[in-house]
T-cell receptor
């Protein structure tokens, strides 16, 4: 079963613009993670935010978490062609023995 | 940086044949995962190991799939017999023990069943 739902399903923007992706989930969590997947490759961990954190930064990435709304957003600033990939959120649901549950991903295309 | 190794990278097989995938996790990572990913979807957990023990195989189709991690290091996932619906990317990941440990993925095996 998939708890996380990303939106939009696909996003196409011009290089240099900011990209925002959202993730919603259903049950209480311990933490939420974001991963990137280039076409035909494995997933790469980007950032982990704990349930008691509201915002976290890593380079051009900014992640927010709103536990009251059960949602998170990933912002990529000053996008580059190399950011073209699919982005997934994963949550460790407390009622699933902390097993990671994945969304279906947002496919991001950066146009040069 | 150390990587999770998977082989083969691609596999084409006919239905009813047996296939096997191999994974070597990052050294020191006690937790190993096998995921299946259908194009356009998120990963679906098949089996999770803690050292050599299975922690979760609730989503593993046990009539045809098997997985082992005999010495608690590398792991093999087998499908016998393969079905058309098994065509997917099979991803292996490893992590240190603990809920806040990120997963490190290999580049997967792309399986095509004809």
């Amino acid at each position: 079963s998939q708890q996380g739902e990303e939106d939009p399903q696909a996003l196409s923007i011009q290089e240099g613009e900011n990209a925002t992706m959202n993730c919603s989930y259903k049950t209480s969590i311990n933490n939420l993670q974001w991963y990137r997947q280039n076409s035909g490759r494995g997933l790469v961990h980007l950032i982990l935010i704990r349930s008691n954190e509201r915002e976290k930064h890593s380079g051009r990435l900014r992640v927010t978490l709103d536990t009251s709304k059960k949602s998170s957003s990933l912002l990529i600033t000053a996008s580059r062609a190399a950011d073209t990939a699919s982005y997934f959120c994963a949550t460790d649901a407390m009622d699933s023995n902390y097993q990671l549950i994945w969304g279906a991903g947002t496919k991001l295309i950066i146009k040069p | 940086e150390a990587e999770v190794a998977q082989s083969p990278r691609y596999k084409i097989t006919e239905k009813s044949q047996a296939v096997a995938f191999w994974c070597d996790p990052i050294s020191g990572h006690a937790t190993l995962y096998w995921y299946r990913q259908i194009l356009g979807q998120g990963p679906e957990l098949l089996v999770q190991f803690q050292d050599e023990s299975v922690v979760d195989d609730s989503q593993l189709p046990k009539d045809r799939f098997s997985a082992e991690r005999l010495k608690g290091v590398d792991s093999t996932l087998k499908i016998q017999p393969a079905e058309l619906g098994d065509s997917a990317m099979y991803l292996c990941a490893s992590s240190r023990t603990g809920n806040n440990s990120p997963l490190h993925f290999g580049n997967g095996t792309r399986l095509t069943v004809t």
